[in-house]
Every structure is written in C-alpha cells, then in structure tokens.
C-alpha cells in the first residue's frame, strides 16, 4: 500500500492537468457564446447534452458512470453560466426588467385591526405613512393593485409555525412586488374581559398561525382554540362578548387597546418566536441597499432538473435563504417553487443568474429586491 503523502501528490499532480484542460474548455465556452451573440441560438441545447453524455459515457466502468455523468453535468453547467454571464456583459438588454423608482408610501393597509402584529411591523417599516386595517390579506393586496393604497403590510413567514403559503398565492394572482422586509419578534399573551381568572378559561380564540405558535401552551392547559382572522380582531371579539369563560392570545398592545387583562404572557412554545413581514407595491424596483432577492419558477420535468437550477446559486456565488414549493392550480402534481437569497438586482452575479433561469426555466418571474430589516432582540436571518 502506497504512503499517504505519495497519492496526495499524484491527486495535486492530476488535478492541474485537470485545471489546464478546464481553462482550455472555458476558452471554447467563450468562442461558443461569441458565436451564438453573432449567429443567434441558445445557450442549453439539451440534445448537445444528451449526445455528450452517451459519448463520453461509454467506455467508463459501469461502477463510476453515476460519479462520471455527475462530473460531466456539472462542467457542461459552469460552462453555460460562464457563457451567460458574458453574454449577458456585452448586450445588457437580454435581461429585460422593468425597474421602477421606490416609492416612499404615504398609505399603507394591513390586515386586521389596530394593535396587530401587522400594524406594528407597518408602523416599524414606515413611520411617517397613513396606516389603515383591512379585513382580510386579499383585500389589502386588492388595494394596492388598483391604487387605493401606495404599499400593503403582510406576514409571510414564523419561525415556529411556518410559511404563510396563502401570501406567496397572493403575489402571484395580484402581480405585485415585495419593496421591504422587516422580522419582528411576536410575544403573545393571554387575555380576557376584566375580573376573569386563568382558571375560569376553557376556549382561546385567534388567528391559526397565532395558535399553532402557542400549541403546547394550549394543550398543557386542555383549552379549545378557535380560529379568528387576526389576533387584534380576537382581543376586540372578547372585548365585546364578556364571557368570562373565553379568552383572546394577541400581542399585550392589543389587550391594553380593547381593554383586556392580561392574564398570562409569553405564552409562545418558542422563545425566539419571530415574524417576517413584507411590504407590496405595485411596481418592481432596485435600491443600492437591497440584500434580498425573491423569485418563483416552474421547472421541466427531467431528471435533475431541480438540483441543476438549484445549483446555479451556488455557481454565481449567491446564498439561498428559503425554498418552498406550492402546487399548480390548474396542472395537479406539478409545482412552482418560491426562493429567496441574498442578491440585489443592481448586481452583474444577481442578473446573470436570473437571465440563465429565464433561458432554462419553463417560468420564472422575480418578486423583489429588497432590504432586510430586523427589530432589535430578533436572531439573524
């Protein structure tokens, strides 16, 4: 058996052999885009593809054709962005974005009622703007597609309880743009009409992802909980109804507003239980300042499809903070994926990697660049 040190030196000796060939192979992947600005025609030509790797594939041991196709997948990949991003450097308008000025709102909607999780993250996001409830989430995006409202105040994700997947639906029937993000740090509480006791509850009423973040403080005291369309509107519904054997979790500023005791709080299972809120506007924009990107996009169905646009973040350098999926509404088993990473669309990496997903998705649509801010006492996302 050979020492250690002596393979290790035959690797570094194969592996700049192997760097040489792949700069001779990035040169060709230059020549190849130069031509094809010239001539016109796609970067992926997936029967190019397919026809190299039955080539190559051939007289590899069938005990590494798996490790070999990977290989030859990822430089046939790296050489399409290498082609992509210089196409994309020498005739900028490939990529066409529609990039508006930021609006500063003057008004902005949320859902819900006064003291709500969503109108302190509005307060937080813009200060100096006209704030007003909306009854549902859909209402508040209704309004600002047709104008009534500069920008719309939404939750879209908790750290305990997940995606708010009704939000990402939303986006894509209104056609809006996400303009901010704001995480806030979400400290629910108990509370109920004045005089009533811990004792005397048996039924909790609030919005679902409210429960669903306090559920095991729920069960460990044998409460019903009760759906509402918002926390705020649950503190004023016990406000109003005086029972004495119900009770509202809502934020501690709600139970103050519609005159509640606060029987009990941080009754949240988790205790870094945090919120990110969105802005909506109506035209997509770019800031200097802007760290986050989003997007959503269909893919073909094809083997690795997924994992090779997935990898193409890695290619560019570029850092994917979420991944969801949701399924199509008129095509049953087939899903459109949502991603989030850190990106500015100002970026030469951000819009060529953007540019290479629309030439080789089925769909891709951006939701946003955007800065990320975060209330103070919240962990970093």
Excluded at 302 to 309: F, M, P
Aim: proline content about 4%.
């Amino acid at each position: 058996m050979r020492k250690i040190e002596d393979i290790r030196r035959d690797i570094n000796a194969i592996d700049h052999e192997i760097l040489k060939l792949f700069l001779k192979r990035m040169k060709c992947a230059e020549e190849v885009s130069d031509y094809k600005m010239v001539n016109g025609g796609q970067v992926l030509v997936p029967s190019r593809e397919s026809e190299l790797l039955d080539t190559m594939l051939k007289d590899i041991p069938d005990e590494l054709k798996l490790e070999y196709s990977s290989l030859l997948r990822t430089t046939t990949r790296v050489s399409r962005k290498h082609q992509y991003f210089r196409m994309l450097e020498a005739e900028p308008e490939r990529l066409k974005l529609d990039l508006q000025p930021r609006c500063n709102p003057k008004m902005v909607y949320y859902g819900g009622l006064p003291a709500s999780y969503q109108e302190m993250a509005c307060a937080e996001l813009f200060p100096n703007a006209q704030r007003r409830p909306m009854e549902s989430w859909e209402d508040v995006f209704r309004a600002v597609e047709n104008g009534e409202a500069d920008a719309g105040v939404v939750p879209v994700e908790n750290s305990t309880a997940g995606t708010v997947n009704e939000i990402y639906d939303l986006l894509q029937q209104y056609g809006l743009y996400i303009s901010h993000s704001h995480v806030k740090v979400i400290r629910h509480c108990i509370a109920a009409c004045k005089g009533t006791s811990l004792d005397s509850i048996t039924d909790v009423y609030s919005h679902p992802q409210a429960l669903r973040q306090c559920q095991q403080y729920i069960k460990s005291h044998g409460y019903a909980a009760w759906d509402e369309s918002n926390t705020a509107v649950a503190a004023n519904k016990i406000a109003q109804c005086g029972d004495p054997t119900k009770a509202a979790i809502c934020s501690e500023a709600a139970a103050r507003l519609y005159g509640l005791d606060i029987l009990d709080t941080h009754v949240n299972d988790g205790d870094y239980n945090q919120t990110r809120f969105i802005a909506v506007q109506r035209a997509l924009s770019a800031q200097p300042e802007d760290t986050r990107v989003s997007l959503v996009l269909t893919l073909p169905h094809v083997v690795g499809s997924l994992y090779g646009s997935l990898a193409v973040f890695a290619d560019y350098g570029l850092n994917m903070t979420e991944i969801h999926s949701r399924p199509l509404r008129d095509m049953p088993w087939n899903y459109c994926f949502y991603i989030d990473f850190d990106g500015n669309l100002l970026d030469q990496d951000t819009r060529a990697l953007i540019y290479q997903l629309t030439q080789e998705c089925a769909y891709v649509r951006v939701l946003g660049s955007y800065p990320v801010s975060q209330e103070e006492g919240t962990r970093c996302i």
